[in-house]
C-alpha cells in the first residue's frame, strides 16, 4: 500500500515479493526470522503482501484468467487467442500466474504472525498488526481454494528449501479462511486508522469476505448453516454501515468517478501510484505491461483511432468495413486501445438463446431505465480532432462534404440498437461520424468499458493508471446477501437486497423525481422472480469486469451450464473439470521429494 510509510523498506528486504528494480541494486537471498524481530520489520512484511496483491489485480495475465471465456467475455481483435478463452488446450503451462504468489505471501504471513507475537509495541497495536496478517493470509487462501481447490495448507513459517509438496484438502483449507477471518474481524478497526489508511482492511471488509468464503463453502457442502452465516454476517455489515463510514452513491456511476476510488462506496482497493518510490514504472514511458501496473483501463477497448474512417461502409457480407482517415485520435478520455477481451454481444446460432446474445438481451436488457448499461459502457466518442470529408472521398455516400467540429461533433456512435442507413446515415439523415450498431459489433469494434479509465493520465495517456483497483464494493455485500438468502430458503430477503441496488440503478441525474420514482418502480422484482440466473444476472450488471466473474460461475455450479448457454467461442470446449484450474506443471516439476504432487482431473 502506497499509504504504509516502510513499504520501500519492505520492497528492498522483500525481494521474493517481485520489486524487481530495487531487488536490482540490493539484492536480498531471502527473509530471516531475525527480520520480524522488530515493529519495522513485521509491518513491512504485511506492506510487501498488500505490495503484492497488485502484482495481479489489474494486470492482463490475471484478469483474462478471472474474466475471459465466461459468459461475459469473448476475444478481442488482438486477444492473441489461447486457451484462456476458449477452454481448449487449457493447462498447467498456459495458466497460474498468482499461484507463486499467493505462497510466497502466505509465507510471508506466516513469519509475521509467528514473531510478531513478541514485537515491542502496545498490545492493541499489536494486536491490529496481527489482524491485517491473517487477514491477508486468508485472501490469499481464498483465492487459491477457489480456483484450484485442495492446495498446500501451510501455517508455519518455512525458512529451509524443500522439494517435497502435498495437497491439502479444500475443507481444511476453509477451516483455516472462516478462523483467520473470524479473528480478525473481531480485532481490525471499524475504519482504516494509521498505519493501514486509504482502503486498507477493516472489520467490514474482513467480515464480507468471511461471508462470501461461508457462502462458497455453502455451495461446495450443501450446508444451509454456511448459508444462514453468510446470509446474517451479509445483514450485519449492512445494519452498520453508518459505524463503518459505507454506503450507496445515490448514482450508480457515482462509484467509478476517480474522485471517489476511496469514497463511501469503496471497501477494499489495491493502491496504485506514479510516485517514483512507490511505483512501477517511469512516467511518460509508456509501459505496457508487468508486475504492479494496473492496466485495467485499457483491455476492453478498441482500437478506435485505427478503427474509425469516417466512410466505413458495411460490405456485401454485412461486414463493417474500415474506410477513410480516422475520425479519432489516442487520448487520455477514451484510453489505449489493448482489445483483449470484449463484451459478448455475438449471437448464439444454436441451442435455446439461439438469436439472442448475453450482453444486450439478457444481462443489459433493460437499458431504458436501468442506468448500469450507460454507466459502465462508452457508446458515444466525442471527435478529438477535426476531419474534412469531401463529397468526392472514396465511399462517402452521404453526397455530402463537411468538416467535423473537436469537442462537438460525434465521431462514433454505438447505439444498442438497430439503425436504418448506419454506418454513414441516421435512417435517410447524412451522419458527420459513423454510427455502428450491434450488428456491427466485432472483435475490433464494440462497446468499451469506460468505469475504470483514468483520464488523469493527461499527456502520458500510454502510461499504466495511477487508479486504485477497487477489489470489493459495498453493492457486492447486498449480492452475497442476496445469493445467501436465496440459498438459505428466503427469496423475499434476497429480492428486498437486490432491490435495494436495482432502484439504485434506476436513478439519474438528468431525470425529474417523477421519471426517478416510476423508472424505480419499474426495476423492482418479486420474490418469484429470483433464482441463481437471476443473481448471475444481476451481478454483472453491477459487477461487470471486477475480476470475479470466473469464480461466480464456479462457485455457483453453473460455469459449464452459462458458457453452453451464452459463450459459442467457448461452448464446445468447456467440460465439468474447468470448474478447477490446472496447477501450474512448474509445482509438479518441482516435487521430487516424497509422493508426486497432483494435477488437477482432466488437465
Not at 526470522?33 to 494486470?59: C, D, H, K, M
Not at 464494493?473 to 437486497?497: C, I, P, S, T
Request: glycine letters at 8%; proline letters at 5%.
Amino acid at each position: 500500500m502506497k499509504k504504509i510509510t516502510v513499504l520501500l523498506i519492505a520492497c528492498t528486504l522483500f525481494g521474493s515479493l517481485g520489486c524487481e528494480k530495487i531487488l536490482e541494486e540490493h539484492p536480498q537471498s531471502q527473509i530471516v526470522p531475525s527480520y520480524f524481530n522488530s515493529p519495522a520489520g513485521v509491518l513491512g512484511g504485511i506492506a510487501g503482501v498488500y505490495n503484492e496483491i497488485r502484482n495481479q489485480w489489474g494486470t492482463e495475465g490475471f484478469s483474462s484468467e478471472m474474466q475471459a471465456g465466461t459468459d461475459e467475455f469473448v476475444q478481442g481483435a488482438s486477444s492473441g487467442g489461447g486457451p484462456i478463452h476458449t477452454f481448449n488446450g487449457l493447462n498447467g503451462t498456459n495458466f497460474g500466474s498468482a499461484w507463486g504468489t499467493s505462497f510466497t505471501c502466505i509465507n510471508t504471513l506466516n513469519g509475521v504472525l509467528k514473531y510478531g507475537q513478541s514485537i515491542d509495541l502496545p498490545e492493541a497495536t499489536k494486536k491490529q498488526y496481527l489482524a491485517q496478517a491473517k487477514f491477508l493470509r486468508a485472501f490469499w487462501y481464498f483465492y487459491l481454494v477457489q480456483t484450484w481447490g485442495d492446495v498446500p495448507l501451510h501455517t508455519e513459517f518455512i525458512t529451509v528449501p524443500s522439494q517435497a509438496a502435498k495437497r491439502d484438502p479444500a475443507s481444511e483449507v476453509y477451516k483455516l479462511i472462516i478462523q483467520d477471518l473470524t479473528e480478525a474481524a473481531a480485532t481490525l478497526p471499524d475504519k482504516p486508522t494509521a498505519p493501514f489508511l486509504g482502503k486498507a482492511a477493516t472489520k467490514p471488509v474482513a467480515q464480507f469476505f468471511l461471508a462470501k468464503a461461508y457462502l462458497t463453502r455453502g455451495w461446495l457442502t450443501n450446508s444451509q448453516a454456511d448459508f444462514a452465516e453468510a446470509a446474517k454476517i451479509s445483514s450485519e455489515i449492512i445494519a452498520n454501515k453508518t459505524t463503518y463510514g459505507l454506503d450507496l452513491w445515490q448514482d450508480f456511476g457515482d462509484a467509478f468517478v476517480p474522485a471517489n476510488d476511496y469514497g463511501k462506496e469503496t471497501m477494499f482497493v489495491s493502491d496504485h501510484s506514479n510516485d517514483p518510490k512507490f511505483g512501477y514504472y517511469a512516467v511518460g514511458g509508456g509501459a505496457s505491461g508487468g508486475g504492479g501496473q494496473n492496466l485495467t483501463p485499457w483491455f476492453t477497448n478498441w482500437n478506435y483511432p485505427n478503427n474509425s474512417g469516417v466512410n466505413s461502409i458495411v460490405n456485401a457480407n454485412g461486414v463493417l468495413v474500415n474506410s477513410g482517415t480516422s475520425l479519432m485520435v489516442r487520448d487520455s478520455q477514451y484510453g489505449r486501445p489493448y482489445q483483449r477481451i470484449r463484451p459478448n454481444s455475438d449471437k448464439q446460432t444454436t441451442g435455446a438463446m439461439a438469436g439472442k446474445n448475453y450482453f444486450l438481451d439478457q444481462a443489459f436488457v433493460k437499458r431504458d431505465i436501468d442506468s448500469r448499461f450507460a454507466n459502465t459502457f462508452y457508446t458515444v466518442y466525442i471527435a478529438n480532432q477535426s476531419i474534412t470529408n469531401s463529397a468526392t472521398a472514396a465511399n462517402n455516400k452521404r453526397g455530402i462534404g463537411y468538416t467535423t467540429q473537436v469537442g462537438v461533433d460525434t465521431a462514433i456512435w454505438l447505439p444498442d440498437f438497430e439503425v436504418a442507413g448506419a454506418p454513414q446515415f441516421y435512417g435517410t439523415r447524412p451522419f458527420k461520424g459513423i454510427i455502428v450498431p450491434p450488428s456491427l459489433w466485432k472483435s475490433d469494434v464494440y462497446p468499451a468499458i469506460k468505469k475504470h479509465m483514468d483520464p488523469s493520465r493527461g499527456t502520458n495517456f500510454n502510461d499504466p493508471s495511477t487508479r486504485p483497483v477497487v477489489l470489493t464494493r459495498f453493492a457486492e455485500v447486498y449480492l452475497v446477501g442476496a445469493e445467501a438468502y436465496l440459498q438459505a430458503g428466503n427469496k423475499d430477503k434476497a429480492a428486498e437486497l437486490l432491490n435495494v441496488l436495482r432502484q439504485r440503478a434506476a436513478y439519474r441525474k438528468t431525470n425529474t423525481t417523477a421519471q426517478n420514482t416510476a423508472a424505480a418502480t419499474a426495476m423492482l422484482v418479486k420474490a418469484d422472480d429470483v433464482t441463481i440466473d437471476f443473481i448471475l444476472d444481476e451481478r454483472s450488471r453491477e459487477l461487470y469486469g471486477e475480476w470475479m466473474r470466473y469464480h461466480d460461475l464456479v462457485r455457483t455450479k453453473s460455469l459449464v451450464r452459462r458458457i453452453q448457454l451464452w459463450n459459442k467461442e467457448a461452448s464446445p470446449y468447456v467440460k465439468d473439470f474447468h470448474a478447477l484450474r490446472p496447477i501450474p506443471q512448474s509445482e509438479i516439476d518441482r516435487t521430487v521429494e516424497g509422493p508426486a504432487f497432483t494435477q488437477n482431473t482432466g488437465y
